[in-house]
């Protein structure tokens, strides 16, 4: 058995960190409460995006059977310039298992991550590289994106990526040790995430319950409109879930200050965003955001369906055994829903449908279930079977 330091992005135990010293962090027993506007945005910038929680879980679940410390990034930069807690670190861990997802972008300097990991006197593990965007890497890269891909070239650095475009690319560069999986979160739960997908044939959109939507709601609201309108009148409920509109697209900008905007038991907004979509006269949409995979994944497992535009909007409800419908909308989406098989519409043809529904009903038609199933197994155990292969 390993042990491992796992670190990076961030955990729910972050959200329990309060106090720290040379040699541990402290956590509360209990999370915080969460109910007014300002303890709603906290956990949000805590988080960054709630589908983190999923990938670092996913990270976490991959190497079940060791011993996996979580060690908050935030806290290696603090200490990681001391002699003794690098050799303290030596002593404890076989590996450093770094939590990572879109990290290759034009937007990240990396340098404070280059910094912390070339102190690192342990092999690292990443899972998983991906690209934000392929024009990102079109030009030179960034000094701390050139110097984090020199630490990669290091023999006892291991880098698996969310696809075979990050795969290509590291490869290009000189990467040795690189292995093309998809996100980690992709094979947690993974019977069930099997089940969902089948599900999907079991569908019948003449008597929908509850539908979940998600995307990017409050950037514009035209595509999330589009999604929504057609389902609205068939489905008995419908609820979009919260990522990171509330922080990237001022989706809850009409609550500052409010004392009263969140129920942590149902995970339900207590009051209309700003970023509200109004369908009809006496429309009625729930409006959802969830700080730990448990609870995403409960609330999700009595929706009928999961629309959407976001990978960990929908494989939530995956994971939870529901059928998802995924619009494979970017670079990023697309890498991963392709590497693992993941039945899913290209945007263009879901945006120009002329009626959504049949449109729906006839690309389940074309999935070939047992073929997904035998490929997403497959890659499943190919994934960890070179886990096993380096630990």
């Known amino acids: 058995m390993a042990r491992i330091m796992m670190t990076g992005m961030c955990s729910v135990q972050d959200r329990l960190a309060y106090h720290s010293d040379s040699r541990r962090v402290f956590y509360r027993p209990f999370f915080p409460a969460i109910r007014s ?6 956990e949000f910038k805590i988080a960054a995006n709630t589908g983190n929680y999923l990938i670092t879980e996913g990270a976490y679940r991959a190497f079940e059977g060791h011993d996996v ?108 040790n690189v292995y093309e999986a998809c996100c980690p979160s992709a094979f947690n739960h993974s019977q069930q995430i099997v089940q969902g997908i089948k599900r999907l044939k079991e569908i019948s959109v003449d008597s929908l319950g509850e539908v979940w939507f998600n995307g990017y709601l409050g950037e514009g609201p035209e595509a999330a409109l589009r999604e929504i309108k057609p389902f609205f009148p068939i489905a008995k409920r419908v609820g979009y879930v919260f990522q990171d509109e509330p922080l990237l697209f001022g989706a809850m900008s009409n609550m500052v200050g409010h004392p009263s905007v969140y129920d942590a038991g149902s995970g339900a907004l ?24 448990e609870t995403w994944r409960a609330r999700a497992s009595a929706v009928d369906l999961l629309v959407g535009r976001r990978f960990h909007g929908n494989l939530v409800g995956l994971q939870a055994g529901r059928p998802a419908l995924f619009i ?64």
């Open 270 to 293: 207590t009051r209309t965003p700003a970023s509200h979509l109004a369908l009809f006269p006496s429309d009625s949409i729930d409006y959802y955001a969830f700080f730990s995979p």
């Open 69 to 176: 410390d979580y060690i908050p990034f935030w806290y290696l930069s603090q200490w990681i310039h001391l002699a003794e807690f690098r050799e303290w670190l030596g002593n404890e861990y076989h590996f450093c298992l770094f939590a990572t997802a879109n990290i290759l972008s034009a937007d990240f300097d990396l340098a404070s991550e280059v910094e912390v990991l070339e102190g690192l006197p342990i092999p690292v593990i990443f899972m998983s590289i991906g690209v934000q965007r392929r024009s990102d890497l079109a030009g030179s890269l960034r000094p701390g994106a050139a110097r984090f891909i020199d630490f990669l070239k290091r023999p006892e650095t291991h880098a698996f990526t969310r696809g075979a475009f990050a795969a290509a690319f590291l490869r290009s560069q000189g990467v040795k």
């Open 37 to 42: 506007y300002d303890q709603f945005i906290n």
């Open 328 to 391: 494979s909308h970017d670079d990023r989406v697309n890498e991963m829903l392709t590497s693992v098989g993941l039945p899913h519409v290209h945007p263009v043809q879901w945006n120009e449908a002329p009626d959504r529904l049949k449109f729906f009903e006839s690309f389940v038609k074309t999935i070939d279930f047992a073929q997904f199933e035998n490929g997403y197994n497959t890659k499943k155990e190919t994934f960890a079977r070179q886990i096993r292969a380096i630990v």
